[in-house]
């Protein structure tokens, strides 16, 4: 079991990046596959993207190019770099924990979560 903690979020204006950290404390980090999912405004979670144990990565279409999932297992951590931001990116974000082998763009193989850190871009 983990527990996650990101950060990093906050207000920027449009075409600006940001580089979101989650956290985690618990043992075996190292084993567990990460992912970030995000939130808007009346939405419901979206996938955004995920590296496994053994560093493969994916992303949403909706995100692809603009940001790089990365992972540092002696710091116990994953992360998100975020470029190009547009206003239809602010949400908030959510970092996963989850040892499923498939569907890593799936919110319900993800069995531990943080709190989730806002992101607000203006335009």
């Known amino acids: 079991q983990v527990r996650l903690v990101e950060s990093g979020g906050g207000l920027v204006q449009a075409g600006d990046s940001l580089r979101l950290s989650c956290a985690a404390s618990?043992?075996?980090?190292?084993?567990?596959?990460m992912a970030w999912f995000r939130q808007a405004p009346g939405k419901g979670r979206e996938f955004v993207a995920a590296?496994?144990?053994?560093?493969?990565?994916e992303y949403a279409d909706s995100v692809k190019g603009r940001v790089t999932i990365s992972r540092d297992n002696a710091k116990n951590s994953v992360y998100l770099q975020l470029n190009s931001l547009k206003p239809e990116d602010t949400a908030v974000y959510f970092c996963?924990?989850?040892?499923?082998?498939?569907?890593?763009?799936?919110?319900?193989?993800?069995?531990?979560w943080g709190q989730g850190t806002q992101v607000t871009v203006s335009s």
């Open positions: 996963a924990a989850g040892t499923a082998s498939f569907y890593h763009d799936y919110e319900g193989v993800y069995d531990e």
């Open positions: 618990g043992r075996a980090f190292d084993i567990y596959n």
């Open positions: 590296i496994t144990s053994g560093f493969s990565t």
